[in-house]
């Protein structure tokens, strides 16, 4: 199945495609953000967060769902007076990286590395950095979390929530 939007099930749609080597193997796997259906009832802060799906690329050339996580990237109206939270997401050989970011006078981002592991079949949280930054006084506090610290957390279970929040004082 190479139709990215066959695993945009129930009204969901394909926010973002990224195509890049999950495991290590070589081959062309796709990370796909997407968003959940919208109501008209949604307000600013409020909202369905959006789901991030791996899919990996099997030796006959086609895309399955290996794993997924819906407290990654927050909902479309999550980001505050910056806007839509979700910045981007990058895929290295064996890891991939999702970023997100909002805020008003105080802009916040995280970011998150996960890294395959080839002996678990599964991608384990390996470094997360969170800042915050105030637009008015220029103060700034960040956060940088190693696997030591994080633990070992699979991509699939990993809660943003769970981590320490950074604030500046």
């Known amino acids: 199945m190479n139709d990215l939007t066959a695993f945009a099930t129930g009204g969901a749609k394909v926010f973002e495609s990224v195509r890049g080597d999950l495991t290590g193997e070589g081959r062309s796997d796709v990370l796909l953000v997407l968003d959940p259906p919208q109501t008209s009832t949604e307000k600013l802060g409020q909202g369905p967060s959006r789901h991030v799906v791996l899919l990996l690329r099997d030796e ?54 996960f890294t395959y592991v080839g002996a678990k079949k599964d991608w384990f949280i390996s470094s997360a950095v969170r800042k915050v930054f105030d637009t008015d006084t220029d103060k700034e506090k960040h956060v940088d979390l190693t696997a030591k610290e994080l633990g070992t957390v699979s991509f699939a279970d990993f809660d943003p929530g769970k981590l320490p929040e950074v604030a500046l004082p």
């Open 60 to 113: 006959a050339g086609q895309l399955h769902r290996a794993s997924a996580n819906i407290l990654i990237v927050p909902c479309s109206l999550c980001g505050g007076v910056a806007g839509d939270p979700y910045a981007y997401s990058r895929i290295g050989k064996g890891q991939f990286t999702i970023v997100i970011g909002g805020g008003s006078r105080e802009r916040w981002t995280d970011e998150y590395t």
